[in-house]
């Protein structure tokens, strides 16, 4: 059964720094596209960053650029975020292609694999 298992989240103050983790098990997820999503109360869930399988390309959201720096190793994707400010808190979620080889991938679908997600609040 595959799974992505998301940690590192938690309560910062603002131009603090967290690193989350999203490990893979139940497949190897090496040669498929991976991404983060975050979704703030009352909102969409929004892309923050991505990765390609190679985790030569990757994709940030405007906001997080300069600050936020997605990759990967073997089954796990990582997202350092630094210089953190009170508008990224969200509940933050790993997600993985289901197509090997396939491009980035910036919307979130359904049949993609999700994680649970991970709580990261910013305070002012």
């Known amino acids: 059964q595959v799974q992505l298992t998301e940690s590192g989240g938690g309560l910062v103050q603002a131009g603090g720094s967290l690193r989350l983790s999203c490990a893979a098990s139940?497949?190897?997820?090496?040669?498929?596209?991976m991404a983060w999503f975050r979704q703030a109360p009352g909102k969409e869930r929004d892309i923050v960053a991505a990765i390609s399988w190679s985790g030569s390309s990757t994709y940030y959201t405007d906001s997080v650029k300069g600050r936020f720096t997605i990759s990967r190793d073997k089954n796990t994707v990582y997202l350092q975020m630094n210089s953190l400010k009170p508008e990224d808190t969200a509940v933050y979620y790993c997600?993985?292609?289901?197509?090997?080889?396939?491009?980035?991938?910036?919307?979130?679908?359904?049949?993609?694999?999700w994680g649970q997600g991970t709580q990261v609040t910013v305070s002012s």
């Open positions: 139940g497949r190897t997820f090496g040669n498929y596209p």
């Open positions: 997600a993985a292609s289901r197509t090997p080889y396939a491009p980035i991938f910036t919307s979130p679908r359904g049949d993609d694999y």
